[in-house]
């Protein structure tokens, strides 16, 4: 087995490192970049046997069980122990889910061009682990047209430019089930759906077993099989408990709609980034809205939709 | 207290001493222990990156164990039928031993669990009560709990017998009888639990089958038997313990039955993936042919097959069955056979291809395959341990001071 193979989840080294080249280039000097290095490294250090760092974490409740006062505790230890780690003044939120919202996805299989911006701007926007694994919460699959079998399907293209001839692409992410075989899985409820639709993790209550990940039909969960490597001037602090917030290894984590946005109104970071239109989000509650407008509109479906789990994630040719 | 300390001191005695082979055998276990638990260290201070799996293939050769060895657990059932229920003679001074290999087996089960974890320490989330259970709905909740009732109960009952015997009295029957008769069910449970694990879920086409909790039942007969069959013959050669042929014999018997079963129902899963020919043949494609250029698993399932397929020829001949030397051979091939099935055989396919079509390929890395070294031995360990406390006991060389048989 090559040594490529072991640093990799589901990313392709190449694009990996071609993407690194790219931010060099964008970063034009290149001593800011080799100062980032050195944080970097000095940031990603093993955190050695345990990842705990008090017996007030380590004796933390569910969040679903904290009451008010300790989800303040809570937050605010967080939020002094990642300002220290990071060196910058990160928030913490739990903005709770706003009454009758529904959220929902849609997109347009017609306009995706497979840039996989939306790939970066979520590993940029939440938080993710950079490299040994890097972890993506979107997988973007190149399909041959006239075919929509996966097995068939390529996510390490890498061809000069996109999108290619005779080809068409297929983003996938965490599809939000209404009934989340992953949330059935989970022997102790450290993942569930919230009131809004997002299906969440408590990064602190969840014990590694994995067997969500077992359960998911879209390979929409990630795990930290190392101290997740995020380098400190790419750290995102506006963060929320449920969502971007940094992560520890042997934990379990994925797409939250962003929920730190979100729930404050803004669109998802691959919503906003999508160069073509080819994402859109909203309530589908909201009679306005614009994925309510799709829903009743657009011939719309859902992948894998004969397992029952009823994504909240569309999918359409606009 | 002053009979419980005289107890163990006795057994601390027992344990302590014992012949030279003896002393090899627990210092080699004690050796693979060691190198076990020291690459177990630096998994705790790397995480689980240190081992071959990936978000691909989440879970590896430590499950794939665990699945193994419920199997192992769950045949000791297999001796408390004969022996308590129809009172058949020669296997009922033994079945004890069955028992004690279930614990020992139950004990392995938990530690490939528990050091398959991302947060080990945080087991407490599950102890109802202090954490949280999803039970009943989750399957892994369901596994915890009978796993660990069936753990106490193999430890409960021989235990008791054990301490009856050890003041030269009788079980009382009236007591352990709702305990025996309940652990037949609870052995039938821990591997039909452990298999609707896998069953639940449609995202993997390949567990998805409603065959795979018979099939785990008629592979866990064969297994546990095979391992029981050359301990047995081990033990009667070592201790002064009295095991009949007829007894060994009668449990080859039951294993050639249950791989004859087993095999049939293989022969069922891949006519039903080959002939209906859908995107759930995929995984079984990797796993008996290789699937674009991935064929990792190919020449261990085939070895699988034919190690299988040979044991089971032996084992339903009755001359060769009762030949000790072909005996044998067949329970290795077996015990060997099984543990590729439902080991990498059962788990990796599960996971290959990905549900959105990727095939990458697992390996296990030296830290993981020392890490499961080092659970068997420990297993081991505490089989011999207990034997080297039990066979005293019921052979009535160990008895409480005053009591001793001559």
Same mark, same amino acid.
């Given at each position: 087995?090559?040594?490529?193979?072991?640093?990799?989840?589901?990313?392709?080294?190449?694009?990996?490192?071609?993407?690194?080249?790219?931010?060099?280039?964008?970063?034009?000097?290149?001593?800011?970049?080799?100062?980032?290095?050195?944080?970097?490294?000095?940031?990603?250090?093993?955190?050695?046997?345990?990842?705990?760092?008090?017996?007030?974490?380590?004796?933390?409740?569910?969040?679903?069980?904290?009451?008010?006062?300790?989800?303040?505790?809570?937050?605010?230890?967080?939020?002094?122990?990642?300002?220290?780690?990071?060196?910058?003044?990160?928030?913490?939120?739990?903005?709770?889910?706003?009454?009758?919202?529904?959220?929902?996805?849609?997109?347009? %299989?017609?306009?995706?061009?497979?840039? =996989?911006?939306? *790939?970066?701007? +979520?590993?940029?926007?939440?938080?993710? !682990? $950079? @490299?040994?694994?890097?972890?993506?919460?979107?997988?973007?699959?190149?399909?041959?047209?006239?075919?929509?079998?996966?097995?068939?399907?390529?996510?390490?293209?890498?061809?000069?430019?996109?999108?290619?001839?005779?080809?068409?692409?297929?983003?996938?992410?965490?599809?939000?089930?209404?009934?989340?075989?992953?949330?059935?899985?989970?022997?102790?409820?450290?993942?569930?759906?919230?009131?809004?639709?997002?299906?969440?993790?408590?990064?602190?209550?969840?014990?590694?077993?994995?067997?969500?990940?077992?359960?998911?039909?879209?390979?929409?969960?990630?795990?930290?099989?190392?101290?997740?490597?995020?380098?400190?001037?790419?750290?995102?602090?506006?963060?929320?408990? %449920?969502?971007?917030?940094?992560?520890? =290894?042997?934990? *379990?984590?994925? +797409?939250?709609?962003?929920?730190?946005? !979100? $729930? @404050?109104?803004?669109?998802?970071?691959?919503?906003?980034?999508?160069?073509?239109?080819?994402?859109?989000?909203?309530?589908?509650?909201?009679?306005?809205?614009?994925?309510?407008?799709?829903?009743?509109?657009?011939?719309?479906?859902?992948?894998?939709?004969?397992?029952?789990?009823?994504?909240?994630?569309?999918?359409?040719?606009? | 207290?002053?009979?419980?300390?005289?107890?163990?001191?006795?057994?601390?005695?027992?344990?302590?001493?014992?012949?030279?082979?003896?002393?090899?055998?627990?210092?080699?276990?004690?050796?693979?222990?060691?190198?076990?638990?020291?690459?177990?260290?630096?998994?705790?201070?790397?995480?689980?990156?240190?081992?071959?799996?990936?978000?691909?293939?989440?879970?590896?050769?430590?499950?794939?164990?665990?699945?193994?060895?419920?199997?192992?657990?769950?045949?000791?059932?297999?001796?408390?039928?004969?022996?308590?229920?129809?009172?058949?003679?020669?296997?009922?001074?033994?079945?004890?031993?069955?028992?004690?290999?279930?614990?020992?087996?139950?004990?392995?089960?938990?530690?490939?669990?528990?050091?398959?974890?991302?947060?080990?320490?945080?087991?407490?989330?599950?102890?109802?009560?202090?954490?949280?259970?999803?039970?009943?709905?989750?399957?892994?909740?369901?596994?915890?709990?009978?796993?660990?009732?069936?753990?106490?109960?193999?430890?409960?009952?021989?235990?008791?017998?054990?301490?009856?015997?050890?003041?030269?009295?009788?079980?009382?029957?009236?007591?352990?009888?709702?305990?025996?008769?309940?652990?037949?069910?609870?052995?039938?449970?821990?591997?039909?639990?452990?298999?609707?694990?896998?069953?639940?879920?449609?995202?993997?086409?390949?567990?998805?089958?409603?065959?795979?909790?018979?099939?785990?039942?008629?592979?866990?007969?064969?297994?546990?038997?095979?391992?029981?069959?050359?301990?047995?013959?081990?033990?009667?050669?070592?201790?002064?313990?009295?095991?009949?042929?007829?007894?060994?014999?009668?449990?080859?018997?039951?294993?050639?039955?249950?791989?004859?079963?087993?095999?049939?129902?293989?022969?069922?899963?891949?006519?039903?993936?080959?002939?209906?020919?859908?995107?759930?043949?995929?995984?079984?494609?990797?796993?008996?042919?290789?699937?674009?250029?991935?064929?990792?698993?190919?020449?261990?399932?085939?070895?699988?097959?034919?190690?299988?397929?040979?044991?089971?020829?032996?084992?339903?001949?009755?001359?060769?069955?009762?030949?000790?030397?072909?005996?044998?051979?067949?329970?290795?091939?077996?015990?060997?056979?099984?543990?590729?099935?439902?080991?990498?055989?059962?788990?990796?396919?599960?996971?290959?291809?990905?549900?959105?079509?990727?095939?990458?390929?697992?390996?296990?890395?030296?830290?993981?395959?020392?890490?499961?070294?080092?659970?068997?031995?420990?297993?081991?360990?505490?089989?011999?341990?207990?034997?080297?406390?039990?066979?005293?006991?019921?052979?009535?060389?160990?008895?409480?001071?005053?009591?001793?048989?001559?």
């Amino acid at each position: 087995m090559s040594k490529d193979k072991k640093t990799v989840t589901t990313v392709n080294p190449r694009t990996a490192s071609r993407r690194k080249f790219m931010k060099g280039l964008a970063g034009t000097a290149i001593g800011a970049t080799l100062a980032g290095k050195a944080m970097a490294s000095a940031n990603s250090k093993k955190s050695g046997f345990l990842t705990i760092h008090s017996l007030e974490e380590y004796l933390q409740k569910n969040y679903r069980e904290m009451t008010k006062e300790e989800k303040a505790q809570v937050l605010a230890r967080m939020e002094k122990e990642y300002s220290e780690r990071y060196g910058k003044d990160v928030k913490v939120k739990d903005t709770e889910p706003i009454d009758g919202v529904k959220f929902t996805y849609a997109l347009d %299989l017609n306009r995706c061009i497979g840039c =996989r911006r939306c *790939v970066y701007a +979520c590993v940029d926007e939440n938080n993710q !682990s $950079r @490299e040994n694994p890097q972890v993506h919460y979107i997988k973007v699959l190149q399909f041959e047209n006239g075919t929509m079998d996966f097995e068939e399907s390529n996510r390490y293209y890498d061809p000069e430019m996109v999108p290619e001839e005779g080809k068409y692409y297929m983003p996938v992410q965490c599809q939000h089930c209404e009934k989340a075989p992953c949330v059935k899985a989970c022997p102790i409820k450290a993942t569930w759906t919230e009131d809004d639709g997002i299906v969440v993790v408590d990064y602190n209550w969840c014990i590694g077993c994995r067997y969500c990940m077992a359960a998911c039909p879209y390979e929409g969960r990630s795990f930290n099989w190392g101290d997740p490597h995020l380098p400190a001037e790419e750290m995102n602090p506006n963060t929320h408990y %449920l969502g971007n917030r940094p992560r520890m =290894r042997g934990v *379990v984590e994925k +797409c939250t709609f962003c929920i730190q946005r !979100s $729930r @404050e109104g803004r669109y998802p970071a691959c919503v906003e980034v999508c160069p073509v239109g080819a994402r859109k989000f909203g309530d589908m509650n909201d009679p306005t809205s614009e994925v309510r407008y799709i829903f009743e509109h657009k011939r719309v479906f859902r992948i894998k939709e004969d397992l029952l789990t009823e994504p909240k994630f569309f999918y359409f040719f606009g | 207290m002053a009979n419980f300390m005289e107890f163990f001191v006795g057994t601390v005695k027992l344990v302590f001493v014992g012949s030279k082979r003896y002393y090899a055998w627990m210092a080699f276990l004690i050796l693979l222990a060691a190198i076990g638990l020291t690459a177990w260290t630096q998994q705790l201070s790397d995480g689980l990156i240190v081992t071959g799996m990936r978000d691909p293939v989440s879970w590896g050769i430590y499950i794939g164990n665990f699945t193994f060895l419920v199997g192992v657990a769950a045949a000791a059932v297999l001796l408390v039928i004969p022996a308590y229920i129809y009172k058949w003679g020669p296997i009922k001074e033994i079945v004890l031993l069955g028992e004690l290999l279930a614990v020992s087996a139950i004990c392995m089960c938990l530690m490939f669990v528990t050091f398959d974890l991302g947060h080990p320490e945080r087991f407490w989330h599950l102890v109802p009560g202090l954490g949280i259970f999803n039970f009943p709905v989750s399957m892994l909740s369901w596994d915890v709990v009978v796993l660990n009732m069936y753990l106490a109960l193999n430890l409960c009952v021989p235990v008791y017998i054990l301490w009856k015997a050890y003041h030269n009295e009788h079980p009382n029957y009236k007591i352990l009888w709702p305990f025996i008769i309940f652990s037949v069910p609870a052995a039938v449970s821990i591997h039909t639990v452990t298999a609707f694990l896998y069953s639940a879920f449609p995202a993997r086409a390949f567990w998805n089958a409603s065959i795979l909790a018979p099939r785990f039942i008629a592979s866990a007969f064969c297994s546990g038997p095979s391992f029981i069959i050359i301990a047995f013959q081990i033990i009667r050669s070592t201790t002064k313990i009295k095991i009949k042929d007829e007894a060994i014999f009668k449990l080859g018997e039951i294993i050639a039955y249950a791989m004859g079963i087993n095999l049939f129902l293989l022969i069922s899963e891949v006519f039903k993936e080959y002939y209906s020919h859908t995107v759930h043949l995929a995984p079984m494609e990797y796993l008996f042919q290789g699937l674009h250029g991935h064929d990792g698993l190919v020449p261990l399932i085939w070895t699988a097959i034919a190690l299988n397929v040979t044991a089971f020829i032996i084992m339903i001949v009755p001359k060769l069955r009762k030949n000790f030397k072909f005996l044998n051979l067949a329970c290795v091939m077996m015990f060997i056979g099984v543990w590729i099935e439902k080991g990498p055989g059962l788990i990796i396919p599960g996971f290959t291809p990905t549900p959105l079509g990727e095939v990458w390929e697992y390996a296990p890395t030296t830290a993981e395959v020392l890490i499961s070294m080092g659970i068997w031995a420990i297993g081991l360990i505490i089989f011999t341990l207990l034997l080297k406390v039990a066979i005293p006991i019921e052979t009535g060389e160990f008895r409480k001071p005053g009591l001793e048989k001559k």
